[in-house]
């Protein structure tokens, strides 16, 4: 996982709270994502980045803001949290000879 | 509608060999992916494959047939550390990644 720091790694919520996960690499990728992973489901996008500046929706968007000021940072960000959205936050970098994903380590979030 | 099917769970001895079915539906294809992930940790790429065949990697090997919309990943002599589950993902026509479930697979020593 060198080269993707996730921030937080855990966080509880009440309903309603509002809160910013920040994805950060030194990998000078353009590619960055934003997955969700719940028991049982496959990995699902919720936003991606194609470069700075850029984001587009994944998935599974509503609910969820995304910002890519810096190429370095995507930041996800929760406005009014739901207990749907309990679940575990991975960011990943596109990157190496195949295109693969590079993960951050994971932001485990419990919404109340 | 795109998909991909995995088996939930699957259990092995130690040292013996284990194979990992993955079939897959997307629109349009650029390639399949394996990729190891162990409780509590993030997934790690094991392999690509978009050509038929199998690429043979260490005691990790995988499979692909375009045709019939099928990989497998091949694990051989069984270590401990490999319990973990072990998720396969299409890449779409959009070069977007199509993912399952995820496989969890039990060593038994």
């Known amino acids: 996982n060198a080269g993707v720091t996730q921030t937080p790694k855990f966080r509880v919520l009440k309903t309603g709270q509002s809160m910013t996960l920040l994805c950060a690499q030194d990998m000078n990728h353009e590619y960055m994502y934003w997955y969700r992973q719940d028991p049982g489901m496959g990995l699902r996008l919720i936003h991606y980045?194609?470069?700075?500046?850029?984001?587009a929706k994944g998935e599974v968007p509503d609910g969820y803001n995304v910002s890519r000021l810096k190429k370095q940072n995507f930041l996800l960000g929760l406005e009014s949290a739901a207990p749907s959205q309990t679940s575990v936050y991975f960011c990943a970098i596109a990157g190496g000879d195949t295109g693969e994903l590079f993960f951050g380590e994971g932001s485990r979030l419990t919404v109340l | 509608g795109q998909n991909i099917d995995q088996p939930t769970e699957m259990t092995a001895t130690e040292g013996a060999i284990v194979q990992i079915n993955c079939t897959y539906q997307t629109s349009g294809f650029n390639g399949l992916f394996w990729y190891q992930q162990h409780a509590g940790e993030a997934p790690t790429f094991l392999s690509y494959?978009?050509l038929d065949g199998l690429e043979e990697k260490g005691r990790f090997s995988s499979f692909l047939s375009r045709s019939k919309g099928y990989s497998y990943l091949l694990l051989k002599e069984l270590q401990m550390k490999d319990s973990a589950s072990y998720l396969c993902?299409?890449?779409?026509?959009?070069?977007?990644?199509?993912w399952g479930a995820g496989t969890k697979l039990i060593i038994k020593p």
């Open positions: 980045s194609v470069g700075e500046g850029t984001t």
């Open positions: 993902a299409a890449m779409d026509s959009n070069y977007q990644l199509i």
């Open positions: 494959n978009v």
